[in-house]
C-alpha cells in the first residue's frame, strides 16, 4: 500500500522560504517520476514541479526560477524548496507519482503567503 507524507508547511510572509518534504513508502520510490502538486481554494489541483528518475527537474511557469525540487532515493523522500514567496503561491500542497496515480493522494500541506 502506497503512503505519501506531507510535511512543511506552514504560514509564511512574502518573499520568504518553506521547504517541504513527502515520505513515500509501499512503492519503487527510486524507480519513479514524482511530482509536487497544489490545489487553491476554488481552483483545479496543478503541477507545479517534477523530477523523474535521473533527477531531471521540470518547472511550472508560475514558479520557474523560485522552486527547487530535488529527491532523496535513500531516504523515498523528495523535497520542493520554495523561495520568494508568493501571495497566489498559497495553497495545499501534495506529492505524487508523475503523473499522478489517484489513490495515492495523501493529506497534504498547507502553504500560506500573507503579511
Known amino acids: 500500500q502506497v503512503r505519501l507524507v506531507e510535511s512543511g508547511g506552514g504560514l509564511v510572509q512574502p518573499g520568504g522560504s518553506l521547504r517541504l518534504s513527502c515520505a513515500a513508502s509501499g512503492m519503487l520510490f527510486s524507480l519513479s517520476a514524482m511530482g509536487w502538486y497544489r490545489q487553491a481554494p476554488g481552483k483545479q489541483r496543478e503541477l507545479v514541479a517534477g523530477?523523474?528518475?535521473?533527477?531531471?527537474?521540470n518547472y511550472a511557469d508560475s514558479v520557474k526560477g523560485r522552486f527547487t525540487i530535488s529527491r532523496d532515493n535513500v531516504k523515498n523522500t523528495v523535497y520542493l524548496q520554495m523561495n520568494n514567496l508568493k501571495p497566489e503561491d498559497t495553497a495545499v500542497y501534495y506529492c505524487?507519482?508523475?503523473?499522478?496515480?489517484?489513490?495515492?493522494w495523501g493529506q497534504g500541506t498547507q502553504v500560506t503567503v500573507s503579511s
Open positions: 523530477i523523474n528518475t535521473r533527477r531531471t527537474p
Open positions: 505524487n507519482q508523475d503523473p499522478s496515480v489517484e489513490d495515492w
